[in-house]
């Protein structure tokens, strides 16, 4: 990353660690079912990377449906909190710090990648690619639309997606291909929705 796509996250994962209150997180019930998205691809015993875990909600579900789950996290507040909920330890990483080869069977991208420019994801696609074992899954999910800017009211950076920008940012990594692409109401914000992109790594021969 140039040292404005480093300034734009690293503000970012400073909010998080600034306003994530290790006593007070949301409510399990109030998160959306979005794990239906990567169930289905899934056998079990499968190891899954939830990167950009949050507090660790979603590793939560995937480990509680017996999966092995590894977890990181850009903000270290929130691998604390998601390692004392998971009892495992979460690595404080960015995305760009990604180093694994062929681990993994799946990777949990929720709500996550969007806090980088769209430019540095291809970057961080390739990491994703290289961490997955051959024939592996990425479940990403954007809000949808084609603004990309810093949020000064949320102190975040945002990235959405369109269909159209996630094929252009997945034409620099040809090893993955989208396979589905689902939509979902946002809540909070009338008229807008999430876009959920279900991606697959080549079989090797």
Known sequence: MNREDMLYCQKTIDQYDRTIDENEQIPDDQYPAWEKFLLP???EGDHILDLGCGTGHYS???QRLGFQVSASDASAACCRIASKKLGIPVQNLR????SDVAVYDAVWACC???HIP???MPDAFSRIAA?????GYVYASFMEGDEEEWREQLGS???NMT????RMVLSSVPTLHIMNIARTPCLYKEGRQWIHFLIKKACSA
Request: glycine share 0%.
């Open 60 to 62: 939560l579900v995937f």
């Open 157 to 159: 950076f945002m990235a």
């Open 95 to 98: 995305f760009d710090q990604l």
């Open 163 to 166: 269909e159209e920008s996630m």
């Open 112 to 114: 996550s990648l969007l």
């Open 118 to 120: 769209r430019r540095v």
């Open 131 to 135: 961490a997955l074992k051959s024939c």
């Open 41 to 43: 691809y899934l056998i």
